[in-house]
Structure formats: C-alpha cells, structure tokens
C-alpha cells in the first residue's frame, strides 16, 4: 500500500511555530511586561550575542535586511556617479538598494555555485567603482579571501550581502566577517528568523556604526536633539527577544539542513537534477536548497500537483527585469546567470523534514524523469 502524504512544505513555519510555541509566548510575556517595544535592553542584548557569533566588534539590528543594505551603502557615502559591482542572480533588493542611494549596479556574471565569479570582477572595475557587494547566494559565501585581495588592490569597499548566511562559514570565519560592513536579513524565510521583516548590519568601523546607530532612529542624538534627518528603521523589541532565542538554536537547524541536503544527493538518481555541492573552504548554510534541474517548469509542476511545495527561487536574472531597462542590460550579457536562472528550482529541506519524506520527494523526482 502506497503512503499517503499530507502537504510538504517548502518551508514549514506552522511547525517551528508549534515546536517553540512555549518558548516564544515566554519572550512575548517578558517584553510586554516591560511595557517598553523600542531600542531596549532586547535589541542591545540580540546585538551583543551577534558579534559573539560572528566575532564582529558592532551590530546594529534594523527593520530589514534590504535597509541593512541601503545604510552599508549610505553609511560609505556612497551615491549618485558611483557604480558597485553585484551579482545578476539574488533577490531584488541586492540591486535595488544600490538605485535607492543614486549609484549605478555594475553586474559580473556568476559560477556554477550561483555565486559571483571573482575571476570576472577585475574586468568590470571603472573609475567610478567604489564596491563590491558579494551576495552569498543560498547560504554559500563568495570566495571572499580573492574578493578582498580585489577590494584592497583597487582601494574598493567590500559590502557582503549576507541576507541568507547566518551560520555559514568561509575558512572557519562566519560570513559578515570579511567585508568593511555586512547586511543580514530576519526575515520570515531565513533560518534565523523573525515574526516579520528584521535585519541587522555587522562592521569592525565604529565611525559606520556610530552613523547608522544615529541614522535608523531618526537621526536624534537625544530626545530633542535631530543631529542629521534620519529613518525608522529600529528592530523592535520583541522579535530582537525572539531572535536572541532562536540563535541559541541555529547551529542545530542549520546542522539538520546540511542532513538533508546530504539526504537528497542520496536519494536522488537522475543526472537531471544537480544537487549544490560542498568544498573544503564552505561550510554552507542552506537557507534554501536551490537545484539545477532539466525541464524544471514541468518537473515544478508536477512536485506541487503532487503535495510537495517546490518553488523557481528565482527564475529571472535581476538585468532582465523590467525595472532594469533604464540601466541598460540585455539578454546575453551575462549568460551563465541566465542559463542557471532556467533550471533553478527549491525542494523542501527545512528541519522538521523526516528522511521518509526526503525519500518520498526523490522518488517522485526520479519518477518524473524516467517517464
């Protein structure tokens, strides 16, 4: 008799919410006791245990990880006739935050692991460069020891984009650890989430972390004292509280998804379907598991017709966006993102997975291509 599964998620926040559900009303009775939401004894103690994390000197916890993004810029005085080299294949914001400070995004195509080419980048450098924003695409940090060696030869600032890496690792150094400053983010989908948007920056500069600090709260030095018109972008304290929690758990969650990332690359058969794979250097994270997979809209189509929530993460290149054309790109300029962007697809991979149901996912998807 054939098992019958109910929906598997692509991420199942109803189960880590059922799983935590006494720990996270303990954190909401202890701030709402306090009577206090904003930059309170929570956020400075979230931010004390991400530098230990990390090993960062500064963190500041924000609103989000694309305003983590938008203030590292800033914070550099970076603007309007400055470019900064990125990657085509992320998430909006990688770009967007460069536009929304004035500066123009100078992209570099990317390797097989989605991640810059730092081979690429040198070629790509004008007068007008002024960084760098690695992106570590899934969880994979960049090659960031040749990314630095580029950044200090040219006299470059090196903004690591470090939206999906907590708890990844370059050389035994976290990620956020390399680059002048570093932009996370807490969202809902990451492995070290909220409830709801958050972000927060790392920096070793205080002179960056003293701007920002004055920055996301309005620019007020005190009460009645506006130094520079700032922002709101203030992480609150409750998800600070939360998230100070759920760190505790991160290496465990993120140890569960290295298993069944590991699962799937035993369980799946077809040479169809190119698992991420792992080198010396990289201690991946896995914030998502993004697949290169053959005839990937039909295979998309079937894991959802079949209950299993798979996802395209994301299936356009960022220079193809219609809200790229004032920039200038076209189809073909960077042609390994626009190849890979063809084939990416996420499988389910979070914690709560059972290895039944990795093999019950591989099974469908050997199914698939041998039909």
């Known amino acids: 008799m054939i098992k019958k599964y109910?929906?598997?998620?692509?991420?199942?926040?109803?189960?880590?919410?059922?799983?935590?559900?006494?720990?996270?009303?303990?954190?909401?009775?202890?701030?709402?006791?306090?009577?206090?939401?904003?930059?309170?004894?929570?956020?400075?103690n979230f931010e004390n245990k991400i530098c230990k994390f990390i090993d960062s000197k500064y963190c500041l916890g924000l609103n989000s990880g694309t305003d983590a993004l938008m203030m590292?810029?800033?914070?550099?005085?970076?603007?309007?006739?400055?470019?900064?080299?990125?990657?085509?294949?992320?998430?909006?914001?990688?770009?967007?935050?460069?536009?929304?400070?004035g500066a123009k995004p100078v992209f570099v195509d990317v390797k097989e692991d989605l991640n810059l080419d730092e081979n690429l980048i040198e070629r790509a450098i004008?007068?007008?460069?002024?960084?760098?924003?690695?992106?570590?695409?899934t969880g994979k940090v960049c090659n960031m020891s040749k990314i630095t060696q580029i950044a200090k030869k040219y006299k470059l600032y090196v903004i690591e984009d470090a939206a999906q890496a907590m708890g990844s690792y370059y050389k035994n150094k976290h990620a956020g650890s390399f680059g002048n400053i570093s932009a996370f983010s807490a969202h809902p989908l990451k492995n070290l989430?909220?409830?709801?948007?958050?972000g927060f920056i790392t920096t070793n500069n205080k002179k960056l972390y003293d701007k920002i600090k004055l920055f996301r709260s309005h620019g007020l030095k005190s009460r009645?004292?506006?130094?520079?018109f700032g922002v709101n972008s203030r992480l609150d304290s409750l998800n600070a509280e939360i998230l100070s929690f759920r760190l505790s758990k991160l290496r465990d969650v993120v140890s569960k998804r290295r298993r069944n990332v590991r699962l799937y690359r035993k369980y799946i058969k077809t040479d169809k379907v190119k698992i991420p794979s792992e080198n010396k250097d990289n201690y991946d994270s896995y914030v998502m598991l993004i697949a290169q997979c053959e005839s990937r809209d039909k295979l998309n189509a079937f894991l959802n017709s079949k209950n299993v929530q798979s996802l395209?993460?994301?299936?356009?290149?960022?220079?193809?966006?219609?809200?790229?054309?004032k920039i200038g790109f076209k189809i073909g300029d960077f042609q390994n993102a626009e190849k890979i962007a063809k084939k990416v697809l996420s499988f389910p991979h979070h914690q709560y997975l059972k290895e039944s149901e990795i093999i019950h996912i591989s099974?469908?998807?050997n199914q698939f291509y041998e039909n």
């Open 6 to 44: 109910p929906k598997i998620e692509l991420i199942d926040l109803k189960k880590r919410y059922i799983d935590e559900k006494d720990q996270l009303l303990k954190c909401f009775d202890k701030v709402l006791k306090n009577g206090s939401l904003v930059l309170t004894d929570e956020v400075k």
């Open 72 to 101: 590292s810029l800033w914070s550099l005085n970076i603007g309007k006739g400055d470019e900064v080299i990125t990657s085509p294949l992320s998430f909006v914001a990688s770009v967007g935050s460069i536009i929304h400070v």
């Open 126 to 137: 004008t007068k007008k460069t002024k960084a760098i924003i690695p992106v570590h695409w």
């Open 193 to 198: 989430n909220a409830v709801g948007d958050g």
């Open 224 to 228: 009645d004292n506006v130094e520079i």
């Open 312 to 325: 395209i993460y994301y299936g356009t290149p960022l220079h193809l966006h219609k809200a790229s054309k």
């Open 363 to 365: 099974n469908l998807i």
